[in-house]
Each structure stands twice: as C-alpha cells, then as structure tokens.
C-alpha cells in the first residue's frame, strides 16, 4: 500500500477554526436568504395567511447582519481576486503536483483534525456535517452514489492547508471567470470593482471567452474547495455525472438559486441543474440533526467508498 500523506505535506500553521466560522457565516447567510425568497413567494400571494411577524423576525435580522459584515468583506477580497489569470494558473498547480496520497477516510480524518486542532469547541466537526449530510440523504432512500457525495462534497477544503493563497480561493459561493459577472452574484458587481478583469472588453462584457450554449463543464468557476475536489474525483472515482455536478456546482449559488448564467448551459446542464437543487438541502440544512456515531457508521461509508473508488489511495 502506498503511504499515506506525511504531516509534513500539510500547511498546519493555517487557521482552520477561522475557514470553518467563516464558512458557517457563509452558509448562514445562504440559508437566511432562501428562508427571505420562500416569504417573499408567500407574502406575494394575497390570500395567504399573514405572517407578518414572522418576516420581520429581529433575531434574524441581528444574525443575518453580525454574519454579514465579515462575510462582505470576505467577498470583497474574493471578488477582487477571482480573476482568468488566477484561475488559469490555480488550474495548472493542480495539474502539475500530487499534494498527498491518502484514502478517502484518511482524508475525511484529515479534515477533521485540521480543523478541530485549532478550534476544539467548534460547533459541528467537518466529519459530523459530512456523515449528517451523507446519512439525511440515506433516510431519505437517495442513491448509494449521493449518500456518498455527501460525505465527500467539503473534502476539497483540504486544499486551505495545501497550495491555496488564502480562505477566498477555498470557500465561499462560486461564480464562471472570463464573461459578465452577474448582479445576481452575492453583494452585486460593485464587489467586483477591484477585480482586474472588472469592466474588461471581453472577461467582463456578455458571455465573454465562452459560445451560448457551450456547456458549464467548459466554463472556468472561480477556483475553491468545489473545483478542486471536482477535478481529484472525475478521474478517480467511477460516481455518476450527477454526483460530478453536485460535487462541483455546490457552492455555485447565483446559477443553481438565483437562475443566473443559464445561457451558458447546454442540455445535459438542465439535468445537472436538477440534481444540484436536490442535493442542497442536505447541504444547508441537515447541520441541526442528531450528532452521528463516527465510529458506528464508518464500515458502512468504508464499503460505499471502496464502491466507487476502485483505486484506495488517491493523489490529492
Ligand atoms: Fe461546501
Ligand atoms: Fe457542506
């Protein structure tokens, strides 16, 4: 068998409890503004009860507003940096290095560490939000391919303690690079002010780079823990293009929940868009359910990953 990853591979001087609490923000304020679209599709039907109140719900307001301020600030420095240039060259280190050999629980124990090393008291453990996500698609009767997307689909984070340049090229909402960036984006196009490709003749200007229709599996989003994990498992991992796309467009809210980019889709996008929306759920709201036994669980996931995963160990 081939070693696993040395410590050493990993940049453990990273502050894991801050990705986490940032990526926790990022999530809550995702979830608040799903629960704002749901009540405004309510209150515009007349006959509906009223639930006046329950709109003007000041706790809410008060979360969505501490979140808000430092996840603002996080998009800022993400939509500034975001650029072709950048994606293009984050594309290129992937190809051209192996950053470690580990199996898939190695690497879901991995994360795990990483995290609760610096922060021992955070809320939910990467391996609790990965086993909630991946046993609430199990309950529900999903797919064996999906149950394990859902234990995998954080994996990619591993990367803030590999090559990434800092939180914003590994979490955060995902958007294409190379064409118009879209008002439906998280905080509008005047994020993007500082983007070096903002106001660009052909990054910044209708489609850009890309031909309508083209297909999102030819369209650059911006690089994060989505992309990369997308690009470990397509080749190593025989799951279905349906877990492909949950893996790889999780985080890419402006196209699968405000309905921007479509012209860029072609048909096989449609399914794909399908299969995303029914992943999410899991993704956003399964962090309140029961705690998962780990250790209970773990022969069960074992098998469901020897299932797709023919090669055990896999270059990260
Ligand atoms: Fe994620
Ligand atoms: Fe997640």
Known sequence: ???AATLSAFNTTRDGKALESLSDDIDAINVLKQQQQQQQQKENDIYTESTFDKSKDKTQFRQYETASDRVKNFYIEQHT??????????RNRFKATTRARMSIWEAIEKLNTLIDESDPDTSLSQIEHLLQSAEAIRRDGKPRWMQLTGLIHDLGKLLYFFDAQGQWDVVGDTFPVGCAFDSRIIYGRESFERNPDFGHPVFDNGLG????GIGLENVMLSWGHDEYLYHVVKDQSTLPAEALAMIRYHSFYPWHNAGAYRELMNEKDEEMLRAVKAFNPYDLYSKSDELPKVEELRPYYEELIDEYFPVKVINW
């Open 1 to 3: 068998m081939a070693p």
């Open 81 to 90: 940096k975001q650029t072709v240039a950048y994606n293009l060259q984050a």
């Open 209 to 212: 780079i890309y031909a309508p």
